[in-house]
């Protein structure tokens, strides 16, 4: 099936989340129709360039060969397109040789991206958390030699945290990172999980790495950062000699089969300290949260992909009598069409959320107001657990919903349905896993008081009372305003406790979150279709999706507070002999 890169629904989104607003604020050279012309030209690239190496890719899969990883046919080719034409570089600043477009517009290109192929998406996705991280702890040789080579794409950036024994918890990890006594460290350990680790797409793969120096003190202030590259850096950046690190084996994955997830062995690799010493997850956090938005948007992606191969199917297969289509058309009977329905809506809702997290994230770095900039830092602080959480979990959801609608062809793989299915369930893992998200926003995002999310409830009541007086929308924000009633009594009862109790109430609380605001993005979306509309189907189309969410989503607001609020009780009686009871 042809995968069509859905820049009208992206255009449309980042107008409702602000990005028009942001745009005439902070990027005067930046107009509506050059916004179109990134997005048309991004769809193409994805479409006709990436999209059809998704499925061979899949078979043929990421490869060892004489110790180099090796990427599927077709991707080194579309890699060096994808640099050719500036992909790699939409958001940096110029002064590193970036665009400087801004987070939302890149963040709506690699979306296309990632729907396309999530395999070859995965590899500039992981560059632009380094580029992140070195912009803002690199020092000046950093910057010099090695951000401009990132930001073009020429290398590619990879994250190495994880160990066997080391995988949340970072304070157990043991690589080392001995002074070489010229102001250099040599790295010794082993990292697993490191996905484009090593590979033949670029010339050079520079790895951000967590290590502990002789004297470092135990557990995670005792960690740093530090920058090696597969090729020794001469004094003007100039490759030099293979460094000593290697990829020992691939990982034999689930899904996302074209990439190749490296397990790498540091014997002696040359490496220089990024930041500050025994500061180092605190600087790779950086990076951290950037990916974290980065694999939110991969789970609204192969949501999008999913839904599109599921709808083309449910259009073409003919069963039975279906009551809405007189061919006969399997998206004539109303269970498919409801389970196609939402998950458009989920998707939309899923979008709008990362994007609206990729506004705050430029308001926060661009507004020069000391304010402004600390209401968008708390929330964008806020959102990117939820939005990494909520959307890879609608990702995962649409593409076994999509699964489904193709019936037991769906369980084949021919059908490339599975493939989605199986490439999606990474995104709830990696990067921070969702249950360690959840935790994130009730142990550090809503801190003593909640007021960052109290903050957010405010703001979406006031949408809330718009669409109460909107005619046909009345009933999406008296269902909005209920639910957002729901999340904000939930806040209050996770404030005021701690311990298992929080804990237990973690996730649901989370999801709670997410459902809400993404109520909260669909009621933006037909409130500002209702001002576009006169008479274009396409945007009366918005006001069903955000009434559809309400009735199916919303209503369970009220429901899932019950839940949180009950406490962990049920959960402590679960025991070892009630779970292991035959």
Not at 95 to 110: F, R
Not at 227 to 244: K, P
Request: charged share 20%.
């Amino acid at each position: 099936m042809t995968f069509r890169a859905p820049v009208r629904e992206l255009a449309f989104a980042l107008s409702a989340v602000g990005h028009d607003e942001l745009v005439d604020k902070y990027f005067p050279d930046l107009d509506a129709e050059t916004v179109e012309a990134v997005l048309e030209a991004a769809g193409a690239f994805a479409a006709d360039v990436l999209a059809p190496l998704n499925r061979p890719g899949d078979l043929e899969g990421a490869r060892l060969e004489n110790g180099v990883p090796r990427a599927p046919a077709g991707f080194v080719g579309a890699y060096r397109q994808f640099i050719e034409q500036g992909w790699a570089s939409v958001a940096a600043e110029p002064e590193a040789g970036g665009q400087g477009l801004g987070k939302p517009l890149e963040t709506a290109v690699y979306e296309m991206i990632q729907a396309a192929n999530m395999a070859f998406g995965l590899c500039p996705m992981l560059s632009m958390g380094a580029i992140e991280a070195l912009q803002l702890q690199g020092n000046e040789r950093q910057k010099r030699l090695v951000l401009p080579k990132l930001v073009s794409g020429e290398w590619t950036g990879a994250m190495c945290m994880t160990e066997p024994q080391a995988g949340t918890d970072l304070s157990a990890l043991t690589t080392r990172a001995e002074p070489a006594g010229d102001g250099t460290y040599r790295l010794h350990g082993e990292k697993i999980f490191i996905s484009w680790g090593d590979h033949d797409l670029a010339e050079n793969v520079v790895h951000l790495v967590l290590a502990r120096t002789p004297d470092a003190p135990p557990g995670n202030k005792g960690v740093s950062l530090f920058l090696t590259s597969r090729q020794r850096l001469g004094e003007n950046g100039e490759l030099g000699a293979r460094n000593d690190f290697r990829a020992a084996s691939l990982e034999h994955k689930l899904g996302i089969h074209a990439s190749p997830t490296c397990v790498m062995l540091y014997e002696g690799a040359e490496a220089e300290l990024v930041g500050e010493l025994h500061n180092g997850i605190a600087h790779m956090f950086v990076m951290m949260n950037a990916a974290r938005l980065a694999v939110g948007v991969q789970g609204v992606a192969i949501a999008e992909r999913a839904f599109q191969q599921a709808l083309s199917y449910a259009q073409e297969r003919r069963q039975g009598r279906a009551l809405w289509a007189a061919d006969g058309a399997i998206i004539g009977h109303p269970d498919v069409r409801r389970m196609l329905a939402l998950s458009k809506a989920r998707i939309a809702a899923a979008r709008s959320l990362c994007l609206y997290t990729a506004v705050m994230a430029d308001i926060a770095h661009r507004t020069e107001d000391a304010d402004d900039r600390a209401r968008a830092q708390a929330r964008l602080e806020l959102l990117t657990p939820i939005a990494k959480a909520w959307s890879t979990d609608v990702g995962v959801e649409v593409a076994s919903t999509s699964l489904q609608v193709h019936g037991g062809m769906g369980f084949i793989e021919e059908t490339g349905a599975a493939q989605h299915y199986r490439d999606a369930r990474i995104a709830p893992i990696y990067e921070g896993t969702n249950g360690i998200q959840a935790l994130d926003l009730i142990g550090r995002k809503l801190a003593q008081d909640g007021a960052a999310m109290r903050a957010l409830i405010a703001d979406m009541r006031l949408d809330a009372e718009r669409l109460s007086k909107a005619g046909e929308l009345a009933e999406v924000g008296g269902r909005l305003d209920a639910a957002i009633a729901a999340l904000e009594a939930a806040t209050d009862w996770v404030v005021a406790h701690r311990g298992a109790d929080a804990l237990a109430a973690a996730t649901p609380y989370l999801k709670l979150a997410g459902d809400v605001i993404g109520g909260w993005m669909l009621g933006r979306h037909a409130l500002l279709a209702a001002d576009r509309a006169a008479g274009d189907p396409w945007l009366a189309g918005k006001a069903p999706l955000a009434r559809l969410y309400a009735s199916q989503v919303l209503t369970l607001a009220p429901g899932a507070k019950e839940a949180i609020c009950a406490g962990a009780d049920d959960f402590a009686a679960a025991d070892v002999a009630v779970l292991a009871a035959e």
